[in-house]
């Protein structure tokens, strides 16, 4: 049983959890009462909704561990990220993949015991770690959860996979309870942000957050096997049309976190939702090349890049109406 960790986790709670009957968790600060039930921005009470808990192998390779696409013919290796999707969404993008959880509310709630038991229940499939997906407005049962997983033994590390519309005081007392930060950071332009995803104050609060995050772990740390358990790993998701603002986003990242960040560009974008007009198309391989060009130039370590998913990337876009969202093989329902 890791002891620390249980003693960070309840500070953090005993911090934070006032704020379940003023909510100001994340940068939307609603000051509702969650336990009246499904309320403010993020939809949701005093239990975490959950979509889907599965082992992932799309994440990362420092995350789900090496593997070949299904496409390709090849298998991917055993393990795999732990990965527990929550429903809802502080931000809720226009474009998003996960739009049935995050737009449309797929999942249920569970309680704190159950949330703790999927986390274990992973960990036994052989998880490399418990990724935490869209956590934000969750993250007072997840630190509920996550003290009885440590306790009944649970030793893998936690990702925290959000958005990047985080407020950095909630950020702050995360230390030492998330092994690797894994935030997205979407946008520089204010208006691009508030037009995609109803948040002009985007950039300042991921400018704010990621700078935390990265004093709590500057350094991407790797097992024997590869498997990241501990540091930062920042996601950009380039969007058709808009490489400007991707340029912008790599600018900054590299000015800020000299000498080296690790950064993973992603090339997965697909018309999803409400996708405006000018979204409403797929990334095209010039358009990612430009973005990737720069990245390269900028001298980003390590860079994880997604150059050939222009043909064949459906994989890693998921359907939460299936019993496995994610077909990793061709013949999986």
């Known amino acids: 049983m890791d002891e620390a960790k249980l003693h960070r986790i309840d500070r953090a709670l005993a911090a934070l959890s006032p704020q379940e009957t003023d909510c100001a968790l994340c940068p939307r600060s609603c000051h509702v009462d969650r336990r009246r039930g499904p309320v403010g921005y993020c939809r949701t009470g005093t239990k975490a909704g959950v979509a889907s808990a599965l082992l992932h192998f799309g994440e990362e390779p420092v995350l789900s561990g090496t593997h070949d696409c299904a496409d390709a013919g090849r298998e991917f290796s055993v393990g795999g990220s732990g990965t527990i999707f929550f429903s809802e969404c502080n931000l809720r993008c226009l474009y998003c993949q996960n739009f049935q959880i995050s737009w449309q509310g797929r999942g249920r709630p569970v309680s704190d015991e159950e949330l703790a038991g999927l986390m274990l229940d992973l960990e036994k499939q052989g998880a490399f770690n ?3 997906v869209s956590p934000t407005h969750v993250i007072l049962p997840v630190l509920r959860a996550l003290r009885i997983a440590v306790e009944r033994g649970l030793a893998l590390p936690v990702v925290y996979n959000s958005g990047g519309y985080e407020k950095v005081e909630t950020v702050e007392h995360l230390a030492g309870i998330v092994d690797v930060y894994l935030p997205d950071c979407k946008y520089a332009s204010a208006e691009l942000a508030e037009r995609l995803s109803g948040a002009p104050d985007y950039f300042d609060r991921a400018r704010s957050a990621l700078q ?3 004093v709590q772990k500057p350094d991407l740390v790797l097992d024997d096997r590869g498997i990241a358990v501990s540091g930062m790993i920042v996601r950009h ?5 808009q490489a400007p603002n991707s340029l912008a986003v790599l600018d900054w990242l590299a000015e800020t976190f000299k000498p080296a960040v690790a ?3 992603m090339s997965q974008y697909r018309p ?10 797929p990334l095209t391989s010039d358009e990612y090349r430009t973005v990737l060009d720069r990245a390269r130039a900028l001298g980003f370590d390590p860079l994880f890049a997604q150059p050939g998913l222009f043909a064949a990337g459906d994989h890693l876009n998921p359907d939460f109406n299936r019993n496995k ?6 013949d999986e329902d």
Do not use: Q, T, Y
């Open 130 to 132: 418990i990724n935490l």
């Open 212 to 214: 935390e995050m990265f």
């Open 263 to 265: 950064l993973s560009l």
């Open 237 to 241: 998701l380039v969007l058709p049309g």
């Open 272 to 281: 999803c939702w409400r996708a405006p007009h000018d979204l409403d198309r």
């Open 325 to 330: 969202p994610f077909r990793w093989k061709p």
